[in-house]
């Protein structure tokens, strides 16, 4: 009996054994495949994707900017309709809102406030414009205003905030002056391409005194080098593609840039700036192409009056009527990680003035358009002087 159980667990043994060795090479086999098969797999898909060439793409976008719009009394008289108790600019307009809608990211420097009727709508020296100033800038096509300039705290910190507060209910943004403390720096994202923008001006004409010292520092950004050269730092680090500078500098009225501007013009361009415009002078200076990194960048270091009552009836300097828009093509190559001027469009323009209904009226006139139609003989030979003087500037590489 002991022998007969010994026999049937040896049976059993030779079984489960037999049983083992046919599962392990089934395993073996299924295993190999599926290992063989596996490697293979990953291997191609891997061969596949180091042989993938990085995205071969590139994409463009178009940057428009203007120079100084400054509403003056004879302005604001000339845009109020008494049946309304309203205002209206966008006629002023009229003529190159075709070209500002047409360009991917608009900017243009306002050198006004918008603090309310309460204080009084006025013009130099201390500006307040009513809110349809910024609706006709929005109508037009613009997208950013630079801010920083010698006449943002005209009507203090109440002027600053309402001002800010008023661009943003006009589906607008701005650059150069802030709310809160540490507020992020502006990025754009166009077509796929992040354009960083910053502002600055020299100074707020003796009226740094309506902020005390800690708000100074971030309400407004007062030109300083270091503060320049971080926040271009910073947008790089952001994922900036091209860094873009809208600066209030310089001397009113002269034809040429200073030897500061110039010097700060090439330093932002050394920390990264790619493209930088002036304001501020009130006519048109200079451009320049300044290759640095291997790459073209560009200055202008005024684009003179966009829209303003400057001109030569009323202070004797026939330059402050000249403005200029210019248009920028940058591409983004994303095989290289590199973004580059590829185009520049200039865009002279002057400011026509007239009366009608006993109110002075103001167009900007795009030059090109209307030096074969313009009838008046007068006219007609102020804008081709005009246009005369302002493309010996823009040719100056």
């Not at 060439?53 to 009394?73: C, Q, Y």
């Not at 503060?227 to 009113?252: P, R, T």
């Not at 006139?365 to 030979?381: G, R, V, Y």
């Amino acid at each position: 009996m002991k022998n007969k159980k010994l026999y049937i667990i040896f049976i059993l043994l030779l079984v489960l054994l037999f049983s083992s060795l046919h599962y392990s090479f089934y395993r073996g086999d299924i295993f190999k495949n599926e290992t063989s098969n596996d490697i293979v797999s990953h291997e191609k898909e891997k061969t596949i994707e180091e042989e993938k060439p990085v995205e071969d793409r590139k994409s463009t976008a178009t940057i428009l900017a203007a120079g100084d719009v400054m509403f003056h009394a004879p302005q604001i008289k000339g845009a109020y309709d008494s049946n309304t108790n309203t205002y209206d600019f966008k006629d002023n307009f009229k003529y190159v809102k075709k070209y500002v809608e047409a360009a991917d990211l608009a900017l243009v420097n306002f050198e006004t406030v918008t603090a309310g009727e309460d204080v009084g709508f006025k013009g130099y020296p201390n500006f307040n414009s009513p809110m349809e100033s910024l609706e006709a800038l929005s109508y037009t096509g613009f997208d950013i205003l630079s801010t920083a300039n010698n006449h943002a705290l005209d009507q203090g910190k109440k002027g600053l905030l309402s001002t800010i507060e008023n661009i943003e209910a006009a589906g607008l943004k701005n650059i150069g002056t802030y709310r809160e403390k540490n507020e992020p720096l502006l990025i754009e994202k166009v077509n796929d391409i992040n354009i960083g923008l910053l502002s600055y001006t020299y100074g707020c004409n003796g009226m740094e005194y309506t902020l005390t010292q800690e708000e100074l520092g971030y309400m407004i950004n007062i030109i300083d080098e270091d503060k320049i050269k971080n926040d271009i730092y910073k947008l790089k680090e952001m994922g900036s593609d091209i860094v873009v500078v809208f600066i209030h500098w310089g001397n009113e009225y002269q034809m040429e840039p200073s030897e500061e501007q110039m010097e700060l013009g090439r330093k932002m361009v050394e920390w990264g700036a790619n493209i930088i415009f002036g304001s501020h002078p009130h006519v048109i200076q200079k451009t320049e192409i300044v290759e640095y990194g291997g790459k073209d960048n560009f200055i202008i270091y005024s684009l003179g009056n966009f829209l303003s009552n400057q001109r030569r009836e009323t202070i004797k300097n026939k330059y402050t009527e000249d403005g200029i828009m210019i248009n920028i093509e940058v591409e983004k190559d994303f095989a290289k990680g590199e973004t580059t001027i590829k185009n520049i469009t200039y865009i002279p323009t002057w400011v026509k003035k007239y009366s009608s209904n006993g109110k002075a009226k103001y167009e900007i006139i795009p030059i090109d358009e209307f030096i074969d139609k313009e009838t008046n003989q007068e006219i007609l030979a102020k804008i081709k002087e005009s246009y005369e003087n302002t493309m010996k500037k823009v040719s100056q590489q």
